[in-house]
């Protein structure tokens, strides 16, 4: 019998949850994955960035295996020792991980409540941190998007320090629909977009941020677009906030996970609540290397992957009595974890998803096996039980992707001005100073490097005496970096990377590096 | 060697569910009971915006698929290049599928020896999407409760499901939507091959008399004549002559719908009226936003490079270009294959108008070399490089 099977999917890359048709074609032994285009997925009309195109490459990796203490293990021998060790730990030196890109929302409940069934409170989908450190009324805007058609409606958009062409290419398109129905766009940021989507910039020096504040006027009656990832700076966004606050506008955050939104509200995050109670990734991660936190539950994160420097992060998870993985392919962690748990990759499960504007996605697959290990910990619910729990949670009668299902209303909040801190450095004489800029997208948080190279300004070029094929090097401290360049027009002292390397953005997605012509 | 016929399914199943006659159906049914094909090619139904093709070998899952969906702008060459290669298939084409996988085979893709093109006349595609938006907006219905979907005169008829499951059917002049920005892709609005004589048979409802469920057949190739054959052989398909008025009607309808894509390939080509420089502001304009995702390489029927083709090898993110050189070299390499079917422009995230830019490039060079790409396999491809490469094969 010939077949050839094609499932709908949605790419995990971002919090855009792209739409696409997955194709697996068997004959024999041979298995491949082929990426379609799926017209009539509402989110992204069958359009796909490089990452999405590329998504059998993702699909391609590794598979995990069970696993404990490195030998090989049926599912249930994995999941029985796992729960037997995690039920010998104490609550509060227990933490659990979850970057929602592949999560469903039935994974979301049956994660959180695989925590609370050993007592555990910290529970991490990466953004906890922010909810403490803003007003309570202003949680909505990091729990809920907007939809794409009130960006094409809109009448003025700032980009806030975002490309949409490389955070999310498939907002890109959407500006430009906005452009053409007259729009006015506006971009605030350290350099001018190169393919010049805005009708005005408005340039910063990493230095001068603070200054934004004097132009409250520009974000009148305003869509101001910026990004929340767990990098980033809180004064960051609390300036983002401050400005939405103070002026007429309307403040939409994109996020890098695809099931961000879904995560904030069921992981029980509403308002903010909860998440306020929580320990963020970042603070988890000083647990451990400060020995409060013992044991770690990973599921279908790969730290590594998502982290700058993973030498730091394999000596502060050396620190652990526990590491647990469950995940669909292995990743640099697997090999340290005590115990792994092979979960079915995203494309297999059935599920739905919360994307960025709103919508409740299916994802077509028919697996219910990763809902089944966590619920065989915990409460032993059935996929059914869950999704309808799902469905109650977020209000849905019926499932369609052509409804926004999770709206947000405006609301008012006060914000106290906040002050910006750009880290202190001590000059010293003879040495140029350059700030990084890393320009984040679906690749740079899926440990991929999609490009070789950082662009630098023309007088660097001069500055540096470099020529075409020679690369840098980038130097923060102890670390180095060694890449290509491209020349684009930048400030003197700006470089860009959209590819993710071991220097660290210590100032959300800024930080100040020494850059030389390498081997020099 | 064209026969025209009037041809439908003996199955009544299958004629009742096919578009026309359930003639394609039934042929392709027969042919896989007979061990004529390995497998067929067709699409399935999700609803009335989406159709997912499906290779099989079941006569069962291709009976499924009876009836035409023209929300589902798919070309099916890739899909004959990637996984039916090296089988015998039989599978319906519009007139791009059935150029494209010419091209596919001047390239040795596939062997032609090895498919039975059933051909489809093709008046155009609908986006999903703005037929979803059409059907609100327009036809003021729900656009989950249309359940069937037909054109024919001119008109879009949509029916839709009532609640207690009452069908109800209302239409719109196809003139009328397009005027106003809705109806075909912009593609299958300019696209003048309406017949797929490049295919083995060319079937459609043009010439069948009104009110009857046949459908009209014109037979191409020796191939066509033998797929048919074994289908009436073998029990499953009825015919008898085409009525000369019905071929006469076909024929007038074929070249009133050429001339309707010619006035709309020239009130769409926004690039003409502007100046020297104005031209060149647009194509940097649109160029420009390229993200090198790739999509378009990827779905183009008519190329047949790999991961190490000229566009993708001697494209260098590094080069500060508006215009990068993957462009540049798509625009050139396709100069005389481009069919023109808009799968490019379907899928390019940052909605380049690539159906135009290739259009404005690849028509004048078609025209020049005297080349029409997808319609004859024993015409090569006039470009160098392709001449070059089927030299040294003959080698
Ligand atoms: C988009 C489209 C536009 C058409 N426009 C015209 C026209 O203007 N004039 C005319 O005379 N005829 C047109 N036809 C052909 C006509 O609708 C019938 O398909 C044809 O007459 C055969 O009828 P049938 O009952 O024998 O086919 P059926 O037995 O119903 O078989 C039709 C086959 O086509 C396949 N199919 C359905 N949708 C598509 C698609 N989008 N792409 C490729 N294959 C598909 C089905 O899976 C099935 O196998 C069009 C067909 C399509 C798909
Ligand atoms: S990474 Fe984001 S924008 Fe790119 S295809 Fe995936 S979901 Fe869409």
Redesign the interface.
Known sequence: MVEMKIKSSICPGCSVGCGLYLLESEEGEEREIKILHRKNSAVNEGKLCKFGTDLHTYYEREVLNNSVEGEEVKQEEAIREAKERLGSIKPDELAFIALPSTITNEEILSFVSLASEFGCENVSFGFERFFREIPEEASYIIEKGLSFSEVEKATKIILFFLDPFVHYPLLARRILKAKKNGARVIEVSFAKNERGIADETVLVEPKGIERIKEKKELFEDSLIIGELTPYMNSQFLELMLWINASTTSRLFLLKPFLNSTGAFLLGGNRNGKEARKRKDLFEILGGIEGGEIKALYLLETDLAGAMHGSEELFETISKLDLLIEQNAFRTPLSDVANITICSEPFFMKKGTLVNIEGRVIENGGESENNVQIMESMGKGRSYEEVHEEVKRRLGLAEISEFEIAVKREEKSFEMAEPKIEIEERKEEEGKEEYFLWYKTNPFFWNGIRAKNFVEISPAAMRKLGLFRGDEVEIVQGERKERMGFKISELPDYLILSEAKMSIKPLQGSLTRVEIRRAGE | MSKYYLAWAKDEEIRKKGANGGFVTATLVSALENNFI??ALVVAK??V??G???????PEVVKECAGSLH?A?INLTK?VV???AK?RIGLPTKPCDARGIIEQAKRRQVNLDNIFMIGLNCGGTL???RM?EMAADFYELD??SVVKEEIKEGKIFLVSEEEGGEEKEKWIKIDELEQKGYGRRDACKSCVTKIPTSADLACGNWGVPQGEKKTFVEVLTEKGEAILKNAIDSGYVDIEEAPGKGIEMRKKIEAGMQKLATSWKERMDEVSTLSRSGRFEFYVDAL??C?????CK??CPVCACEADSKCLDMND????YAISMYNMLRIFHLMDSCIHCGQCE??????IPLTLIQRRFSERMQRHLGYIPGMDVKEKPPLYETELRWSAEAE
């Open positions: 390995d497998a999700k609803s915006y989406e997912i093709p499906v290779l099989t070998s079941d929300g702008p899909y990637d996984y039916a089988k986006h999903p999407l979803r656009p989950d420009k936003n993200i090198h995702c790739g999509a990827e779905v993110e590094r080069d500060s379907d899928v390019c995230p940052v909605d």
